[in-house]
């Protein structure tokens, strides 16, 4: 079949998005100027039944093509890499663990039909299953396995049933997370309409991505191109490079918030966003595991220079709608050559790829280790002729960001390294993944990583995750816009990677894999002493005036014996909370919260911070809870009587078997009458009334001869003060 390429390129922002239709090509200008904080609420929201309920959707491509007219900004300026790592290194101590193929062509276990490029492929891991999202379709698996659960299916498949274009389109540019504070999944991609831009928001309400899901979507006039989006404890964040109304020239990047505690409630939920200036393609801070950044901290921004990277810090108001940014701040990293273009060579064609070098590659990691806190993240530059990964620790545990450790992956073999991905286990172990390929290799899919106590600054030996046995032909030079490195939230130490390969030399016929590995010094003796926290179950619902508990539990790591406390804050209004045992000694311990709502607790869901924090020393480590509180119900009660029917021969009696259940607290009398009785008929109750909830015997007496024959709608009654509660029988008299 011949494909012609059609591209969707943004230079400043997603770059090319390919079809095997048409030839288009479209370039981004450097935009111009700032402005308020927007504040504006999702255009709807819902929730969806459960994913495993609906139909799979095909991963059909409704992406609109815009075309943007200024040119590609030219090569580099060659500099010195100050930061190129010297190879005394020995090979990386990591144990391979589950590996499998994600959605693409080849996948033996399933069929998947490609007709887009790049893949854009990402992936997290939850507590037992993995899901991953290319461009146009997503698939949930068995992490243990790799049995796939569900998919592939498009992504507005999501969307069944919540109306406009969030289900109507899908057009891709995914990004799928784990929030491991309250163990739900966020999955999102954009839907484009010219002028009605939405970004398509969904979080399970459970740790199940087969469950149902809150469904939102955030309306942008302006096109909200390359959305990466990263979970930090007062929201969710999302970046964008923005475009004119019709995909014209670059507007800036901007920055949004959502309201992460509605929306994993399910309440309406707003997002404040701001437009950072001309600054393109940032990345918001994705925090690593369950320990917080200390109480209060903005979330951190970051973007790539043509020689540097900025930081920023993004605070957004839900309330009154305003927002805190400070920055651009410059960190002093060693000067590199940004990589650009279309330079990475492969066997047996001319086509290379593109190296994609002119931003921060997805994600940007945090990481509170206790005694201090680390960002990670890595680009493409060039040293020695090829394009390698420049990667960084920055230290943010003091208000002035620094570099701890950075350099240049260059092994010298002559293989080009790029779109990597990077992410920090519990400890402090670093692992990167990334694509390779050169004039003698196939495009393939390697990792590297430096144990805590290794000599700063330096990777190990790299190790291979699949080698890949196809080229990327002719017409065809995308070659992803991100991959994603992420930990799995079940034990915090193992690595979980996914990006693309080609099985066979083509265009439009990608593979990808997914594959984890995990160091061997993760949970043992060797990084520095501290302790994680847990805390149980990670949400509770309580109606006002009742009582609700949370189990925290502290383990030690790394020889850390200390003593410490527990604490508590984000209570609502007129709740009060209390410890047993108040702390924990001996470096571990467990802790229950009880928390004592009154029947003047404001109802709404609120975020809790549990802390555990050293008597002694530095170590903080703190998580975040939902406790939800419900209106109280008003103290009532209903009344039922069996059976329905009754037919007594008259001379006789019978009876009917009348219940009050109480609700809300009730507690009050309920006294019993009953009216519709035939003449001559008496009806008495044993006993007369009941408090609260109860049962009583109605019997109907038909002994005197002048009852007449014929059938009564009977009317039971019970009343409580200004309460009364009725239901009807039927007597029938032979």
């Known amino acids: 079949m011949n494909k012609s390429l059609s591209v969707f390129a943004l230079a400043l922002g997603v770059g090319i998005f390919a079809t095997p239709t048409g030839h288009t090509i479209a370039v981004l ?32 491509n409704t992406r609109q093509d815009f075309e943007v007219k200024k040119p590609l900004p030219g090569p580099p300026t060659p500099q010195q890499d100050a930061a190129l790592q010297s190879f005394a290194v020995s090979a990386i101590a990591a144990a391979s663990g589950t590996g499998f193929d994600g959605i693409g062509e080849g996948n033996p276990n399933f069929p998947y039909s490609v007709n887009v490029a790049p893949p854009d492929t990402v992936g997290e891991p939850g507590l037992t299953q ?33 109306g406009g274009p969030c289900e109507s389109r899908n057009d891709g540019d995914p990004i799928v997370q784990y929030d491991q504070l309250a163990d739900r999944w966020v999955m999102t991609q954009f839907a484009l309409v010219s002028g009605n831009y939405m970004q398509c928001v969904a979080v399970s309400t459970t740790s199940d991505a087969l469950g149902s899901w809150h469904r939102y979507a955030f309306a942008y006039s302006q096109f ?7 979970v930090w404890p007062d929201a969710y964040y999302i970046t964008f490079n923005m475009f004119g109304a019709t995909g014209g020239s670059f507007t800036g990047g901007r920055i949004c918030g959502y309201d992460r505690a509605q929306m994993l409630s399910g309440l309406p939920a707003t997002q404040v966003c701001v437009q950072n200036n001309a600054y393109a393609s940032s990345l918001a801070a994705d925090l690593e595991g369950k320990a917080l950044p200390p109480s209060g901290t903005a979330a951190y921004v970051l973007n790539r220079t043509t020689s540097g990277v900025n930081l920023w810090r993004f605070t957004p108001n839900f309330t009154n709608g305003t927002a805190s940014i400070t920055g651009p701040v410059a960190l002093p990293v060693a000067a590199y050559t940004s990589a650009s273009g279309t330079s990475v060579p492969q066997p047996s064609t001319t086509q290379r790829l593109d190296s994609l070098g002119d931003r921060l590659m997805y994600r940007a990691s945090y990481r509170n280790l206790g005694s201090r806190a680390s960002l990670v993240v890595n680009h493409s530059v060039v040293s020695g002729g090829v394009v390698n990964i420049r990667w960084y620790e920055f230290d943010v545990t003091s208000p002035t960001a620094t570099v701890r450790q950075q350099s240049t992956y260059a092994p010298g073999d002559g293989s080009y390294r790029w779109m990597g991905s990077i992410a920090m286990d519990k400890i402090g172990n670093i692992g990167v993944g990334y694509s390779v390929s050169s004039d003698t290799v196939r495009p393939s899919i390697r990792f590297a990583g430096r144990e805590v106590n290794d000599p700063l600054n330096t990777l190990s030996t790299e190790d291979s995750m699949q080698t890949g046995t196809g080229s990327q032909l002719t017409n065809l030079a995308r070659w992803g816009d991100y991959s994603t490195m992420a930990i799995d939230p079940s034990d915090d130490c193992t690595f979980w990677y996914t990006t693309e390969f080609l099985k066979t030399s083509g265009t439009f016929n990608w ?35 009742q009582s609700t508990t949370f189990d925290a539990t502290v383990t030690s790591q790394n020889g850390y014996a200390g003593n410490g406390s527990f604490s508590v804050t984000g209570l609502p209004a007129n709740t009060t909370a209390s410890w047993s045992p108040a702390g924990y000694t001996g470096g571990s311990g467990a802790g229950t919260l009880t928390v004592d709502t009154t029947a003047t607790t404001p109802t709404g869901s609120y975020p809790l911070t549990i802390t555990a924090t050293d008597s002694s020393s530095t170590p903080t480590q703190s998580t975040i809870v939902t406790l939800t509180v419900n209106a109280a119900q008003a103290a009532d009660f209903t009344i039922q009587a069996s059976p329905g029917n009754r037919v007594i021969k008259r001379g006789n009696s019978g009876t009917y078997n009348v219940t009050v259940t109480g609700s809300g607290g009730f507690a009050g009398d309920v006294a019993f009458t009953v009216s519709g009785l035939p003449a001559g008929t008496t009806g008495s109750f044993s006993p007369s009334s009941v408090t609260g909830s109860g049962s009583s015997t109605l019997t109907i007496d038909t002994t ?15 009343t409580s003060t200004s309460l009364t509660r009725s239901t009807t029988v039927t007597l029938k008299v032979n």
């Open 704 to 718: 005197n001869p002048s009852t007449p024959k014929g059938t009564y709608t009977l009317t039971i009654t019970g």
């Open 511 to 545: 593979s990808t894999r997914i594959s984890s590995f995990k160091f061997v010094t993760c949970g043992s003796p060797g990084g520095e002493p501290g302790f994680s926290l847990g805390v149980t179950p990670s949400s509770r619902t309580v109606t006002q005036g």
């Open 130 to 162: 993995y899901v991953q999202w290319v461009n146009l379709a997503f698939a949930v698996f068995d992490k243990a396995t790799g049995t796939k659960l569900y998919g592939p299916a498009g992504g507005n498949t999501l969307f069944t049933g919540f």
């Open 224 to 230: 909200p191109d390359y959305p990466k989006l990263s």
């Open 29 to 60: 200008a450097q935009g111009q100027g700032g402005g308020p904080p927007e504040w504006v609420p999702a255009v709807r929201h819902d929730t969806s039944r459960p994913l495993r309920e609906m139909p799979a959707l095909p991963a059909v």
